[in-house]
């Protein structure tokens, strides 16, 4: 073993042995590439199907702490690079993956990072091609940030995004919302938050396929990350030129997140998801795409929660468990905790 370095120094990002030694031992070693090119050369049988396209992604991951209950900075890459080529329908076949690494980071975090990694890839039927290491002075960064690119094939006759979405269509979510930001904000320490609580960070991609194959007129489908299901809901609504009326006792929230944001005056329709999808489906296939879901371990909390009608475009309201509606809008900025 060459490298007997415990953290990384700037040596690491000058281009000679140090930085070699690293990139070998800690990332190729386990990603175990396709070749040593400055380019990954891809072929797969999936693109030379008649009408076949490519679908194309990239992302940037920053999270404090980079390991939280349920997974980490390495592990929420992989699944959200995977979930964006998955929700149009493609499956999910390559992925980059550069690192902007903070001096001083212990090599021993950067291995896990990586290991949780391959894992989920492995997990996702993805390959890590190809990627790159920089290294920035301390202060400079916040131990690991994480950019990926990921490439998938969209197979012949699968169409589906927010403008196919027709008044009429059902509302779907794959499990329960808001674990991931009540995870975040829990593990962080501000708050002194005690909860038993796992991010739902998970690759999604064999989950889409098992919904198209039941409900092959699935109309959409869209991850609800930052902003959380309202953010992904407004946008798809906006697109489609629908209105969604949402009910409020068929969200499904854990108690502890529902008492994370009771506490804090949050609104759990705005958390962030890592492994939630938000999809529309013809009402007749509703049931089928749900089965579909809850056969596979990220579904099993998959449930109707709405309705698309012809109301005014790109509205979303709440039907509340009282009868009444309120307007869930568009995020603005960043939620705060109530104060008073």
């Known amino acids: 073993m060459a490298l007997r370095d415990t953290h990384v ?12 030694d690293l990139i070998e031992e800690v990332f190729t070693s386990v990603f175990q590439p396709p070749g040593s090119e400055d380019q990954a050369r891809l072929m797969d049988e999936a693109l030379q199907q008649p009408g ?51 001096e001083g980071c212990e090599i021993a975090l950067l291995r896990r990072i990586v290991a949780s990694m391959a894992a989920e890839a492995a997990l996702a039927g993805v390959r890590i091609v190809t990627g ?13 940030f994480i950019t990926t690119a990921g490439v998938g094939v969209i197979p012949p006759g699968v169409e589906i995004g927010a403008q196919c979405i027709r008044p009429g269509n059902v ?22 938050l005690s909860v038993d609580l796992l991010s739902d960070c998970a690759g999604l991609g064999h989950l889409m396929q098992a919904v198209l194959a039941a409900a092959p007129g699935l109309r959409a489908a869209r991850d609800c990350t930052r902003g959380g299901l309202a953010s992904a ?13 949402l009910e409020e006792t068929l969200l499904p ?25 938000v999809l529309f489906c013809p009402a007749d296939q509703a049931e089928a795409a749900v ?26 309201t709440l039907r509340t468990a009282f009868g009444g509606a309120r307007l869930v809008d568009m995020l603005v900025g960043e939620q705060l905790p109530r104060i008073c």
């Open 233 to 245: 809901l407004n946008e798809m609504a906006a697109e489609a030129g629908v209105a969604v009326e």
């Open 52 to 102: 076949a396209r490519l679908a194309f992604t990239t992302d940037s991951f920053v999270v404090t702490p980079l390991e939280f209950p349920g997974g980490d900075i390495g592990k929420l890459a992989v699944c959200g690079t995977v979930n964006d080529l998955a929700v149009g329908g493609a499956r999910p076949l390559w992925l980059s993956a550069a690192f902007i690494i903070e």
């Open 132 to 144: 790159d290491t920089k290294v920035v002075d301390r202060g400079k960064g916040d131990g690991v």
């Open 9 to 20: 120094t700037m040596a690491h990002g000058g281009g000679g042995r140090a930085m070699r």
């Open 171 to 192: 509302v779907l979510v794959n499990g329960v919302l808001g674990d991931h930001g009540a995870t975040i904000l829990a593990a962080r320490g501000d708050l002194a």
């Open 253 to 277: 929230l854990r108690p502890e997140v529902a008492g994370v944001c009771e506490l804090l005056g949050l609104d759990p329709l705005y958390l962030a998801n890592e492994g939630r999808l």
């Open 291 to 316: 089965t579909a879901m809850r056969a596979l371990p990220e579904g099993q909390g998959a449930c109707i929660i709405g309705r698309a009608h012809p109301g005014t475009p790109g509205r979303v």
